[in-house]
């Protein structure tokens, strides 16, 4: 059983940081690219952040220069380091990895961390 646990969500005022994490656990092979997704009220999920295996990541373009996603392969675990925030940043953040097990390859989801930006 594979699970993804995300914390690190909270409430924050406008301009200033938070910092996520994803923590993969259970029985599994490989971890490739890990993502992260958001969904606000009313609003699609959206991809926020990705990263491969071999660190190469990449941000959507209304996160980049204020959100970084970096990761540690030897404890599994996923970050993303979210500063200047706003606002419209405010939605529910999910981590989702594509994994491979002994019997198959396949995308975990997280149960999400709620972020709010608000005076």
């Known amino acids: 059983q594979v699970q993804l646990v995300e914390s690190g969500g909270g409430l924050v005022q406008p301009g200033g940081s938070l910092r996520l994490s994803c923590a993969a656990s259970?029985?599994?092979?490989?971890?490739?690219?890990i993502s992260w997704y958001r969904q606000a009220p009313g609003k699609q999920r959206e991809l926020v952040a990705i990263?491969?295996?071999?660190?190469?990541?990449n941000s959507a373009d209304s996160v980049k220069g204020r959100f970084t996603i970096s990761r540690d392969n030897a404890k599994n675990t996923v970050w993303l380091q979210m500063n200047s925030l706003q606002p419209e940043d405010t939605a529910v953040y999910y981590c989702?990895?594509?994994?491979?097990?002994?019997?198959?390859?396949?995308?975990?989801w997280g149960q999400g961390t709620q972020v709010t930006v608000s005076p």
């Open positions: 990263i491969t295996r071999a660190l190469s990541a």
């Open positions: 989702k990895a594509d994994i491979l097990t002994m019997s198959s390859r396949g995308d975990y």
């Open positions: 259970g029985r599994f092979v490989t971890i490739y690219d």
